[in-house]
T-cell receptor
Framework: GAGVSQSPSNKVTEKGKDVELRCDPI?????LYWYRQSLGQGLEFLIY????????KSGLPSDRFSAERTGGSVSTLTIQRTQQEDSAVYLC?????????????????FGPGTRLLVL | RKEVEQDPGPFNVPEGATVAFNCTYS??????FFWYRQDCRKEPKLLMS???SGNEDGRFTAQLNRASQYISLLIRDSKLSDSATYLC?????????????FGTGTSLTVIP
């Protein structure tokens, strides 16, 4: 079946502009994660969705970052008033969770990422 | 202390060599363990899950040692195409839900 998709694949923007990144998880995957990865660095956790709710927003670096998920499917990550240090690859991942009598998680599958460059 | 720690390398090995990577994790409540592979400018992709009994997939063998809180990945008969960054990933449940913790990755270059 189709994997995780993200759009746009590349985004160049000017400092101070807002950007919106989109993630389409694998159909039926209830958990969705956003990460960012700067060149040559490890993955930095941003936010986790369980269905439409976000029980863990601890990774969002500032209040300029926000994310939402509607219908338990598509998620958008919005960065307001972008700064040069926001330049990175933004990766989305989804996984299947069973929430009945105890939560069980499965493997994460990643999308190809959005490469954001803030000039 | 980081949840997951890996030797960043780089590991430069000749074709045909055997190479092993270790990874340690700090939380004994960790439940699931994985190795991911990430090629340059690509997203991480699952290489294999790691089970207590150890598991093998072709040239790749993964092992978990819960008592010592480490996982390992062994690659036999290295190929040029094995060159990549290998990420150790640990999964656990917290009050805030299911979380995955990634190591910073171990870089492998297989040399002709």
């Amino acid at each position: 079946g189709a994997g995780v998709s993200q759009s746009p694949s590349n985004k160049v923007t000017e400092k101070g502009k807002d950007v919106e990144l989109r993630c389409d998880p694998i159909s039926g995957h209830t958990a969705l994660y956003w990460y960012r990865q700067s060149l040559g660095q490890g993955l930095e956790f941003l936010i986790y969705f369980q269905g439409n709710s976000a029980p863990d927003k601890s990774g969002l670096p500032s209040d300029r970052f926000s994310a939402e998920r509607t219908g338990g499917s598509v998620s958008t990550l919005t960065i307001q008033r972008t700064q040069q240090e926001d330049s990175a690859v933004y990766l989305c991942a989804s996984s299947l969770e069973f929430i009945a009598g105890g939560i069980v998680g499965e493997t994460q599958y990643f999308g190809p990422g959005t490469r954001l460059l803030v000039l | 202390r980081k949840e997951v720690e890996q030797d960043p390398g780089p590991f430069n090995v000749p074709e045909g060599a055997t190479v092993a990577f270790n990874c340690t994790y700090s939380n004994s409540a960790s439940q699931s363990f994985f190795w991911y592979r990430q090629d340059c400018r690509k997203e991480p992709k699952l290489l294999m899950s790691v089970y207590s009994s150890g598991n093998e997939d072709g040239r790749f063998t993964a092992q978990l040692n819960r008592a010592s809180q480490y996982i390992s990945l062994l690659i036999r008969d290295s190929k040029l195409s094995d060159s990549a960054t290998y990420l150790c990933v640990v999964n656990m449940w917290r009050d805030t839900g299911n979380q995955f913790y990634f190591g910073t990755g171990t870089s492998l270059t297989v040399i002709p």
